[in-house]
């Protein structure tokens, strides 16, 4: 079984992954980022919305959002999410390598390191096919990961983070000559501890502009963050945009 197919993972380390904090921050995000600023109305997929951090304040500014997530765990709870907010969202249990609905969206996002989780890049590649088969013409896609240069900056250094259960340990590994990234993520809660794998690809700016170019994209351009900022040595994140053309 692949690690992001395991529903214990996911419900055991919600509560680090998807914090109040985060939720916070997605709305603020959302609130702010011109990169995150659609038409009026726009049909916006996220893709892999885990609980909803950004579907329920999208949905509440407006725009007709359809979350995707292969975890049932995770859509049970952007369902109570959504319920709680008192937002109407359509929310869809399926594997990004597989979904596609023709033209449907105006809009499909990847956020918060979604991308790049299966072993085989061609995969990966198809994941952005999928998301160009879904676009209307004129559509953007933006995919949003931590590029190797900005993770050259830190990884390396383990981390703790305190979270509402317990205190998380953080170790990064860099596998395969800078291609692939394995963290181990360690929970401690009281007399509990819960550990976790998750290894993913790794992309500089140019391999992920490459990738949206090969997919069909056009007018790609990188971001350092989601002020719009460039892609530069003050990157704190590798956000990619691209337009379906036709």
């Known amino acids: 079984m692949a690690w992001y197919d395991d529903d214990d993972l996911w419900a055991g380390f919600a509560g680090a992954m998807f914090s109040r904090r985060r939720a916070a921050e997605a709305a603020e995000l959302v609130a702010k980022s011109p990169l995150l600023a659609f038409p009026a109305g726009a049909r916006v997929l996220d893709l892999c919305c885990g609980p909803a951090l950004h579907v329920v304040p999208l949905a509440q500014r407006g725009d007709r959002v359809t979350g995707v997530d292969l975890s049932e765990v995770m859509l049970a709870r952007a369902r109570e999410t959504c319920r709680e907010a008192g937002v109407d969202v359509r929310l869809v249990q399926a594997d990004m ?7 449907a969206f105006d809009v499909v996002l990847n956020l918060y390191t979604s991308f790049g989780y299966f072993d085989d890049p061609a995969d990966n590649l ?4 999928n998301a160009h088969t879904s676009l209307d013409r004129g559509g953007t896609l933006l995919v949003d990961v931590l590029g190797k240069e900005v993770l050259a900056s830190w990884v390396g250094r383990p981390q703790a983070v305190d979270v509402d259960e ?8 860099i596998l395969d000559d800078w ?9 401690v809660a009281g007399d509990t501890v819960r550990r976790a794998t998750i290894t993913s690809f790794l992309y500089s700016a140019a391999e992920l502009r490459a990738l949206f170019q090969q ?25 990619v945009r691209g337009r379906r053309a036709d």
């Open 97 to 103: 390598l597989d979904f596609a609905e023709d033209r």
């Open 126 to 129: 198809r994941v952005l096919h």
């Open 215 to 239: 997919a069909g994209f056009t007018d790609v351009e990188c971001f350092g963050d989601f002020d719009g900022s460039p892609y530069d040595n003050h990157a704190r994140r590798l956000i």
């Open 179 to 187: 291609t692939r990234l394995r963290t181990e993520w360690t929970l």
């Open 166 to 173: 317990g205190t998380v340990f953080m170790r990064d590994t």
